[in-house]
C-alpha cells in the first residue's frame, strides 16, 4: 500500500477482480493497495503484475504526491479521483469515475481497468479534496461580525395575481394552462396567446431606472452613508463571478431529477452562458459609487424575450378587458398604464441594494409574501433565439422528460438562472419566484418555486446559501474598495470580472471611461454569420489590433481565496454545513508591470472581453 498527506478520499472503491481497492484510514491518509486474486499466481504472467503495480503506482504517486495536479481533482456524485495529470510517466492514464455502479472507467485502450462498483457515500459528505498547513501569509482573515444588515420598503404594494393563478401558489407543482391529454383549460383561455411586442404600447410600461438615474435611492445611500449603492440587476453578475471563485465552480444539485437525467450523465455544472466575464460601471456622484449593469455594445440577441418578460409580467397581474384596454395597440386608448414599480431595499455593509418586487400573494403569510415574476422560454427558443419564430411549434407536452418536458425546462434553470434568482430573491427578501413557461407565441403552464428550494438545488442546503450571499456580497466591497482606492474618485470606472476555472483566482479588469454618456440600450448590429474562411494570420491580426485600439490603461486586480473548514483547508469545490467552523482568508492585489510584462495586461483583458460577448469592437 502506498499512503499519502496531500489528499482525502471519503470512500471506499473496488475494481471488478477486486485486485485494487482505496480507502481512506483513520488517520485521514490514502491507502491505495494492489492485491491480485488468488488465481493470479497462475493465470497471470509476471509481466502483467509488474505493468499492473507500475500503472497503479504512477496513479497513486501522481494523485496524491504531485500538487500541480491536484486543482483538476474534480468530484463525481462522490467519486473524488484524478482529472487530468501531467506526463511523469508512460504507465499513468486518463482516469474518471462515472457517477453510477458497474459503469467502466475511460482510460486508453492499453491500460483498461475494467469495471468500478461505487459504495454509497455517507448522509453528509464532507468536503471533496483537502490539505492540512497551507500557508496564509500576506492573507486577509474575512470578518462578518459588522456586516449587517437593514431593510427599508417602499410605500407602493406589488400586485397580485390575476385569473385565479394563485392557485400555482397555494399547490405546489407545474399547473399546466391545458390538461396534456383532454387538452381541458385550467385557467382562462385567454392566456394562451402570447401578445407580440408590435401588439403592445410597451412605452406605457413603467420605464427600467438604472442605479444612477434613481434619485430615491440615492437619497435613501445618503441617510444610511452608504458608498456604494446598485440594484438586483447590476449586481448579481459579479456576485455570481465571485461565488464560482470561492465555490471552485461548485455543480449544482441534480439529484431530485428522474433517472433519464441520471443515466445519460447530464452536466451538473454552470452553463458556458453563466459563467462567462461579466461587466459594470462605477459611476461617482455626490460620494456615491452607484453600480450600473454594462450593456456592452452588441445589439442583445434575446431582446424579444426581454420585451416579452415585460408584456407577459403585466398580463399575468391584469384581468384580460383592463389589459386590452391599457396596453393593446389599435384600440383607440389613451390611458396611461397607472401601476408603479414596487422596491426593497437592503443596506448590506457598505451598499445599498434596491431590488423590485414583481407581485405579492396573501396566500404567502406575512413574513414574506412577495416574489418574482419570471417568463421562461422554452429550450429550442433559447438556444435559438435570433431565430425564435422558427420555433413557434415547440411544445411542453409532458411532466418529465429529456425533451419537451418541465423537467428539461426545470434542469436549465438549475445550470443557467438558479444563482441568479437565489441572489435577487434573497436581495428582496421574497418567498420565491413565479414562473410562466412559453414559445414567444403561446402560454404553456406556470410553477411557483420557493427561494429554500433554489438553495437547496444551487447550494446543497440553505445554510451554504446564507453564508455564501453574505461571503460574495463581502469579497465584492472588498474589490469595490480596493479599485476606488487605487483609481481614486474616477467619474466612472468600468470593471470586467472573470474567474480563472483552473486556479480559481478571479480577475477584475478596470479602466477609467472619459466623456461617459451614461446607461444605454446597445445599438450595433447583430452579426448572424461566421467568416468561416478566416485565416489564422488574418485572425491575428485582427486580434491584434483589437489590442491596439485600447488607448486607455487598464488595471489587472486578482482577488485569492482560501477557505478552511475545521482547521483544514479545502481545495476541492467548497460546501459548508451548521456544524462546520470555517475560516476564509482573502488578497486582493494589483498586477503590474512590474508581475508581467503590460503587453500581458493587455492580452488578457481583450481575451476577456471577447470571453464575454458584449462587446462589438471585441468579436470573436
Not at 434 to 443: C, D, K, P, Q, R
Amino acid at each position: 500500500g502506498i499512503n499519502a498527506e496531500y489528499g482525502i478520499v471519503h470512500e471506499k472503491y473496488v475494481n471488478q477482480d477486486e485486485s485494487i481497492t482505496l480507502t481512506k484510514l483513520s488517520s485521514g491518509n490514502i491507502q491505495f493497495i494492489f492485491e491480485p486474486p488468488e488465481a493470479a499466481s497462475t493465470k497471470l504472467s509476471k509481466q502483467w503484475y509488474q505493468r499492473r503495480v507500475r500503472e497503479t503506482t504512477s496513479i497513486m504517486i501522481l494523485r496524491c504526491i504531485n500538487t500541480l495536479s491536484l486543482k483538476h481533482v474534480h468530484p463525481l456524485k462522490g467519486c473524488y479521483v484524478i482529472r487530468h495529470y501531467s506526463t511523469l510517466t508512460n504507465h499513468a492514464s486518463k482516469l474518471i469515475l462515472n457517477s453510477k455502479n458497474n459503469e467502466q472507467i475511460h482510460t486508453n485502450k492499453e491500460h483498461s481497468f475494467g469495471y468500478v462498483y461505487r459504495f454509497p457515500s455517507p448522509a453528509t459528505s464532507p468536503n471533496d479534496l483537502i490539505a492540512k498547513n497551507d500557508s496564509v501569509v500576506g492573507m486577509k482573515l474575512m470578518d462578518l461580525s459588522q456586516f449587517t444588515e437593514t431593510r427599508f420598503t417602499s410605500d407602493v404594494l406589488p400586485p397580485t395575481l390575476s385569473y385565479g393563478l394563485d392557485r400555482v401558489i397555494k399547490e405546489k407543482g407545474v399547473h399546466p394552462l391545458q390538461s396534456f391529454e383532454r387538452k381541458a383549460f385550467n385557467f382562462p383561455p385567454s392566456l394562451k396567446k402570447v401578445h407580440q411586442p408590435s401588439e403592445v404600447q410597451l412605452e406605457k410600461l413603467p420605464q427600467f431606472i438604472t442605479t444612477s438615474r434613481d434619485p430615491i435611492l440615492h437619497n435613501l445611500a445618503k441617510q444610511q452613508q452608504a458608498i456604494y449603492k446598485g440594484s438586483t440587476s447590476s449586481t448579481t453578475g459579479a456576485l455570481s463571478q465571485i461565488y464560482y471563485a470561492f465555490s471552485h465552480y461548485k455543480p449544482v444539485q441534480i439529484n431530485m431529477l428522474t433517472s433519464k437525467f441520471q443515466t445519460t450523465h447530464l452536466s451538473a455544472h454552470f452553463t458556458p452562458a453563466s459563467v462567462k466575464p461579466i461587466s459594470l460601471f462605477l459611476r461617482y456622484n455626490d460620494g456615491i459609487y452607484s453600480i450600473d449593469s454594462d450593456q456592452g455594445t452588441n445589439a442583445r440577441g434575446n431582446q424579444i424575450l426581454l420585451d416579452l418578460g415585460k408584456t407577459l409580467e403585466k398580463v399575468l397581474t391584469t384581468e384580460t378587458d383592463q389589459f386590452e384596454k391599457l396596453l393593446t395597440k389599435n384600440k383607440g386608448n389613451h390611458v396611461e398604464a397607472a401601476h408603479q414599480d414596487s422596491y426593497v431595499y437592503l443596506k448590506l455593509g457598505k451598499s445599498l441594494l434596491r431590488s423590485q418586487i414583481d407581485c405579492h400573494s396573501p396566500f404567502l403569510g406575512e413574513e414574506k409574501n412577495t416574489f418574482d415574476l419570471k417568463t421562461r422560454a422554452a429550450s429550442a427558443v433559447r438556444i435559438d433565439v435570433r431565430n425564435y419564430q422558427r420555433h413557434t411549434n415547440y411544445r411542453i407536452n409532458k411532466l418529465i422528460g429529456l425533451e419537451q418536458s418541465y423537467e428539461k425546462e426545470y434542469y436549465d434553470m438549475i445550470r443557467s438562472s438558479f444563482l441568479k434568482y437565489y441572489f435577487q430573491t434573497r436581495i428582496g427578501n421574497m418567498a420565491g419566484i413565479f414562473v410562466a413557461y412559453h414559445n414567444t407565441s403561446e402560454l404553456f403552464g406556470f410553477e411557483f418555486i420557493t427561494t429554500d428550494e433554489i438553495a437547496e438545488t444551487v447550494f446543497g442546503t440553505t445554510y451554504f446559501a446564507e453564508e455564501s450571499f453574505k461571503i460574495t456580497n463581502y469579497l465584492l466591497q472588498v474589490i469595490l474598495d480596493g479599485v476606488t482606492q487605487r483609481l481614486g474618485n474616477s467619474k466612472t470606472i468600468r470593471l470586467t470580472f472573470a474567474t480563472d476555472k483552473s486556479s480559481h483566482a478571479l480577475n477584475i479588469f478596470a479602466i477609467q471611461v472619459e466623456n461617459d454618456s451614461g446607461w444605454a440600450e446597445p445599438t450595433a448590429s447583430i452579426t448572424t454569420t461566421t467568416n468561416f474562411s478566416e485565416t489564422n494570420k488574418q485572425r491575428l491580426e485582427r486580434y491584434r489590433k483589437q489590442i491596439e485600439s485600447v488607448n486607455t490603461p487598464v488595471y489587472w486586480f486578482q482577488l485569492n481565496i482560501l477557505t478552511i473548514i475545521n482547521g483544514i483547508k479545502v481545495r476541492g469545490h467548497v460546501s459548508l454545513t451548521p456544524d462546520d467552523s470555517y475560516q476564509l482568508y482573502y488578497k486582493l492585489h494589483e498586477i503590474t508591470a512590474k508581475d508581467r510584462p503590460y503587453s500581458d495586461i493587455l492580452n488578457n483583458y481583450v481575451d476577456t472581453l471577447r470571453l464575454s460577448k458584449l462587446y462589438n469592437e471585441f468579436d470573436e
